[in-house]
């Protein structure tokens, strides 16, 4: 089992930044990938960025969110962070932290983090 906890969610002006924590721990070490999706009220959920969790970093992200988010990982700390800059309001939504074994499916979720950009 691995166990994520988000955090760093909250209301923020349009044009403004988050930086979003997601803390993991159980076995993460069965995991190779860890990544952020989000869901808009009445939306699908979608994927938004990913990272490989161990050795060469490799990341991938949703092309709406290119050149304005960065994912990054802390291995010491089990942790994996989304930094959100240029924030729109179509960016709101809840995020939710991922775990994944293979890229084709999530084997974890976290309860997600509320994320409000005001117009």
């Known amino acids: 089992q691995v166990q994520l906890v988000e955090s760093g969610g909250g209301l923020v002006q349009a044009g403004g930044s988050l930086r979003l924590s997601c803390a993991a721990s159980?076995?993460?070490?069965?995991?190779?990938?860890m990544g952020w999706f989000r869901q808009a009220p009445g939306e699908e959920r979608e994927f938004v960025a990913r990272?490989?969790?161990?050795?060469?970093?490799?990341?991938a992200y949703a092309d709406s969110v290119k050149g304005r988010f960065t994912i990054s990982r802390d291995n010491a700390k089990n942790t994996v962070y989304l930094q959100m800059n240029s924030l729109k309001f179509e960016d709101t939504a809840v995020y939710y932290c991922?775990?994944?074994?293979?890229?084709?499916?999530?084997?974890?979720w976290g309860r997600g983090t509320q994320v409000t950009v005001s117009s």
């Open positions: 159980g076995r993460t070490f069965s995991m190779s990938y």
């Open positions: 990272i490989s969790w161990w050795g060469y970093t490799t990341t």
């Open positions: 991922a775990a994944l074994r293979t890229t084709a499916n999530v084997d974890y």
